[in-house]
């Protein structure tokens, strides 16, 4: 059986150690859900959050073939603590799981350098502006297919504005380039940055992600980085993170109300829920 565990701290010894925010995000209750299998205490655990799920502790096949039936989600992430994890990922999913390598960054709250950011700051083009994503460009990110995982986890703007953060680009008034809070946990977010195609290679995304770390500082929260590529690599190192290490990952798609090889018909995705009172 595979249960949703209310008491997300009895989970948390499953994960240990792994520095990963979407886990904690979950394990905190600020946005996410954890299942595992056992109500109380779990051997085995995962966290899933949007397009992320990550599996901890004993290596379970009916947990790593769950998909909770609420959802409606035609793609995911799937992320294994360890090897054994990651067979069992494959055995479930056969040729829907692509895998691939994704890079972790160094979680390091003193490394930022205030001045530098600054400077990537004012190294914005003539002609654009920078602004924080208030509610008429958070409804412009729900509604554009480059820009919406900007805002994709937070159901509403009251939801963004409490837990959320971001700051867009603007060229003639609308937005082309941005960086904003794709989750959110206790002290701070995980950042999603990206530019429309068109306005690439112009040193956007470099001073929307300069200035949402500056914005971040100022609040105390840390703005949390994992990179898909080596091109997000190597932006985030011009923005002061290091590099930690390499880790693998299954790209899941292509379900689209069709059943998997193992027979499933439900699919992954996220039901954010925010505690009252926790000003992120």
């Known amino acids: 059986m595979v249960y949703e565990i209310e008491d997300r701290d009895s989970a948390a010894p499953v994960f240990g150690d792994w520095e990963e925010s979407v886990i904690w995000s979950c394990l905190q209750g600020v946005m996410g859900h954890i299942y595992g299998n056992k109500k109380d205490r779990p051997d085995s655990a995962m966290a899933i959050l949007g397009d992320f799920c ?19 989600q035609d793609f995911i992430i799937a992320v294994p603590q360890d090897f054994q994890w990651g067979q069992e990922i494959e055995k479930h999913y056969k040729d829907s799981a692509r895998k691939v390598t994704r890079y972790a960054m160094k979680k390091e709250p003193d490394v930022f350098g205030r001045d530098r950011l600054a400077d990537l700051v004012k190294a ?99 703005p949390s980085w994992d990179a898909q590529n080596l091109w997000s690599v190597s932006l985030a190192e011009k923005l002061g993170y ?33 505690i009252p009172g926790c000003m992120l």
């Open 124 to 222: 914005l083009p003539d002609g654009y502006t920078l602004e924080p994503i208030e509610e008429a460009v958070y409804q412009y990110c729900k509604r554009e297919s480059w820009c919406r995982d900007f805002v994709s986890q937070f159901p509403d703007y009251s939801f963004y504005q409490k837990a959320g953060l971001g700051i867009v680009a603007k060229k003639d008034g609308i937005p082309v380039s941005g960086a904003s809070s794709y989750s959110a946990y206790l002290g701070g977010i995980e950042i999603e940055i990206d530019t429309k195609e068109e306005y690439r290679r112009k040193g956007l995304a470099l001073a929307c992600g300069a200035r949402l770390i500056l914005e971040c500082l100022h609040r105390g929260l840390y």
């Open 54 to 72: 990550f599996y901890a502790g004993k290596p379970d096949r009916e947990l790593a073939a769950y998909r909770p039936e609420w959802c409606t």
């Open 242 to 274: 290091h590099f930690d290490h390499e880790y693998v990952a299954y790209e899941i798609s292509g379900y689209g109300g069709e059943k998997t090889a193992s027979g499933s018909n439900n699919y992954f995705c996220d039901s954010p829920t925010f």
